[in-house]
């Protein structure tokens, strides 16, 4: 499952990059043309989500080199660290210029020409951000299905980041062309360059809001965030539910990549003849374990007897 969410994923990278890189061409030439601070905001806003896309291109090859001497584990974190690059290169590029460019020509004005360009290229550019939105919902859905969640709760806790990242930048880019062409037509009609002005703030605070939250979201991932809470009661329950297990002491897991969960258990096995038997018990459970969630790719189990039943040993002694 995770090879396969991993291709998804690159796909879904490369028709959004593909997708910004043209669309921030024509944004910047109409921006030009027609002196709006908002359509060079989108322009800037697009040319960003370029260099984010490259950025999540990085991060899907590099987690998805396998474990070597130096990294045993992997190097699926690597993908945390791009998409987080990823998420500060929106925050930079994107909102930054946005808000201060509209913020000057609120306080110095500007002076409008040919808008027709402008509506057009924000009409064809929506039409493509929905087509890239539209492959990264279906992935989603189709990810969301597989794990037997809704969409909504999955985009909270994956730690498909480029996924993420491509839905939270599509959806901003889909909100940030109608505030672009409300901030036009206000602008248009009113004769003041204070409505294109607002229009440009308003995509940096969008752009903002959102390079916060991926930002926020792969900091927790890179320092060692826990397996979804769904995830874990079902490792619990399945521990627990094997013949060869009395009691599951403590349970830790870490997400150490895309869609990789390790899992560390101190496991009260019951009564064996031999360490041969715990041995055997130790195996038979981490299969299981692998067998019920694909995701899984590492498992330590430490075979640790109760206080209760420690205690007990002590005193029939």
């Known amino acids: 499952m995770e090879q396969r969410d991993s291709g998804e994923s690159l796909s879904t990278v490369l028709v959004a990059g593909a997708a910004n890189l043209t669309i921030a061409v024509a944004k ?19 040319a960003a989500d370029t260099v984010t896309e490259l950025l999540l291109l990085v991060a899907v090859r590099r987690a998805g080199r396998p474990p070597d001497r130096r990294h045993p584990f992997g190097h699926g974190k690597s993908g945390f660290f791009w998409a987080m ?22 306080e110095k004005g500007e ?31 189709r990810q969301a299905a597989r794990h ?37 037509a206000g602008s248009q009609l009113t004769g003041s360059a204070l409505w294109d002005g607002l229009a440009s703030a308003g995509i940096g605070l969008l752009l903002l809001v959102v390079a916060l ?18 995830v874990e009661e079902g490792i619990r329950a399945e521990l627990t539910a094997q013949p060869e297990v009395e009691e599951v002491v403590e349970l830790l ?58 205690q007990g040993a002590g005193q029939l002694k």
């Open 85 to 106: 690059m990823a998420a500060v290169a929106t925050l930079v590029g994107g909102a930054g210029f946005s808000i201060t460019h509209g913020l000057h020509v609120i």
């Open 28 to 46: 910047l030439f109409a921006g030009l043309l027609s002196g709006s601070a908002a359509m060079l905001s989108e322009a800037a806003h697009s």
């Open 148 to 184: 037997d969640l809704d969409p909504v709760r999955l985009v909270r806790i994956t730690s498909d980041t480029p996924l993420k990242a491509v839905l939270f930048e599509d959806a901003a880019a889909l909100v940030g062309l109608v505030i672009a062409a409300a901030g036009l």
């Open 111 to 141: 002076e409008l020409r040919n808008l027709t360009p402008s509506y057009i290229v924000l009409a064809v550019a929506f039409a493509v951000e929905a087509v890239s939105f539209t492959k990264a919902l279906t992935q989603l859905r």
């Open 253 to 310: 897991t870490m997400m150490i990549g895309p869609g990789s969960i390790l899992v560390a258990a101190k496991i009260d096995f019951v009564d064996v003849a031999s360490a041969a038997g715990v041995e055997i018990a130790c195996d038979e459970v981490d299969r299981r374990l692998r067998e019920r969630f694909s995701g899984i790719s590492e498992v330590f189990l430490d075979p640790t007897p109760t206080r209760r039943r420690g």
């Open 213 to 230: 939250i991926l930002i926020r979201s792969n900091i927790s991932l890179l320092i060692g965030q826990a397996a979804p809470a769904h």
